[in-house]
């Protein structure tokens, strides 16, 4: 009995699966049970008893608690959305620029991408909760005295009047001033998402820029003609990223936590977080069907 010799495509739509097989297998056996039952707890009044728990339904209750009644649910969610929607450009940028830089060939290039990574590192375990508690509040303290405070300011009003008086928008300025105030935090969420275009970019073959350079193309043409479109399914994964990273670390998730865990309202917590879920689907699907179409595939 002869086997049919598969074809390129289809080898590799075999190895894609292969690639989530161990993600499936984890999500069947570890959380698919979890995720269904915080449904039924949203659906539900949860009642902590020495016997475990009782559930009681109510429907939709706890979703219109939520949205109608919490005090500060849908400011908070969205306040989140609004600073994904500003700070992910200015980190997908930040990222693939200094992506270019550290792919250069220079002294201490190892040292330059340890450095931009080290963020990634301070960000996890212990040093995060120190950064989250008296030193990072003695240094905001100290950055917004009434002298190191107004100065700042001024300073940010002069370069907004200067840049609106050059012609610009006074939208696109008040951007422009608002990343330069978020700088610590853009760079201390891009150290991955730097990583992984470096990766993309080293595996872009030399011949090509050697056949740019012999046609007469400068670097700016070379950027925007083959690194750009070589490393644009880098960008769409890197934007995928980044947007549930920030859904991750931001005020909505320790709201949701602070509900169940602290006030023990189990039932609106589940609530939230299903509807907060919903939120990150709908942020993820408009992105990526928008930056999907320019993506450029090689064949």
């Not at 010799?5 to 894609?16: A, F, I, V, W």
């Not at 659906?43 to 209750?61: A, E, K, R, Y």
């Not at 917004?144 to 008086?165: P, Q, W, Y």
């Not at 006074?170 to 969420?189: D, N």
Request: net charge neutral.
């Amino acid at each position: 009995m002869r086997f049919k010799k598969l074809s390129l495509e289809q080898k590799n739509r075999y190895y894609g699966l292969y690639f989530i097989l161990p993600w499936f297998a984890g999500f069947l056996f570890l959380f698919i049970v979890p995720l269904l039952s915080s449904f039924r707890y949203s659906l539900s009044n949860l009642q902590v008893t020495n016997d475990g728990f009782s559930l009681d339904f109510i429907g939709l209750s706890n979703y219109r608690e939520a949205l109608l009644s919490h005090e500060s649910y849908v400011r908070i969610l969205t306040e989140s959305v609004v600073d994904i929607a500003v700070n992910t450009p200015l980190i997908i940028i930040f990222s693939l620029f200094f992506a270019v830089l550290l792919n250069q060939r220079f002294r201490g290039r190892v040292l330059a991408r340890a450095i931009f990574f080290l963020p990634v590192i301070l960000a996890s375990g212990i040093i995060s909760s120190i950064e989250n508690g008296d030193l990072m509040q003695s240094v905001v303290r100290s950055a917004n005295d009434t002298t190191g405070g107004g100065l700042s300011i001024m300073k940010n009003l002069e370069l907004t009047v200067m840049l609106v008086e050059s012609g610009l928008n006074i939208t696109f300025v008040e951007y422009l001033t608002g990343a330069v105030s978020r700088i610590y935090e853009i760079v201390s969420q891009s150290g991955v998402q730097i990583l992984i275009f470096l990766a993309g970019l080293q595996s872009i073959s030399p011949s090509l820029y050697e056949a740019a350079k012999i046609e007469g193309s400068t670097g700016y043409e070379a950027f925007w003609k083959i690194t750009f479109p070589m490393i644009s399914p880098l960008i769409l994964t890197n934007l995928v990223y980044t947007i549930i990273d920030s859904f991750i670390s931001d005020e909505t998730s320790r709201l949701v936590v602070d509900t169940a865990f602290k006030s023990f309202d189990f039932g609106l917590s589940a609530a939230m977080a299903w509807m907060y879920f919903a939120v990150i689907a709908l942020v993820l699907w408009i992105t990526t069907s928008i930056v999907s179409r320019k993506v450029f595939y090689q064949d």
